[in-house]
């Protein structure tokens, strides 16, 4: 949803010209990133375990993969780049 949100307002930046949708595009950038690392994933390390861990080490942050997930391939020791 976070870069839905960036995607729509960086296309509304370009579209419109408006060095204004940069701005607050970058400061909602800044403050969906922090709130991911500070908030977000640590609340969820706490609730879900080692089973957040595992999923955190298959699923990239931010941008996603272009090839499909094979659950066969991920182990609990398997390290996958974040």
């Known amino acids: 949803m976070y870069v ?3 995607m729509v ?12 949708l940069f701005a607050y595009a970058a400061v909602l950038f800044i403050a969906s990133y922090l ?8 609340t969820l390390r706490k609730r ?3 089973s957040y861990e595992r999923y955190c ?3 990239p942050r931010w941008i996603p993969r272009t ?8 182990s ?3 390290e996958l780049k974040r």
């Open 4 to 6: 839905g949100l960036l």
């Open 9 to 20: 307002l960086l296309g509304e930046a370009v579209f419109f010209q408006a060095r204004v």
């Open 35 to 42: 709130l991911v690392l500070l908030y977000e994933e640590p």
């Open 48 to 50: 879900f375990g080692q």
């Open 57 to 59: 080490r298959a699923v």
């Open 67 to 74: 090839s499909a997930f094979n659950s066969n391939n991920l």
């Open 76 to 78: 609990a020791g398997t």
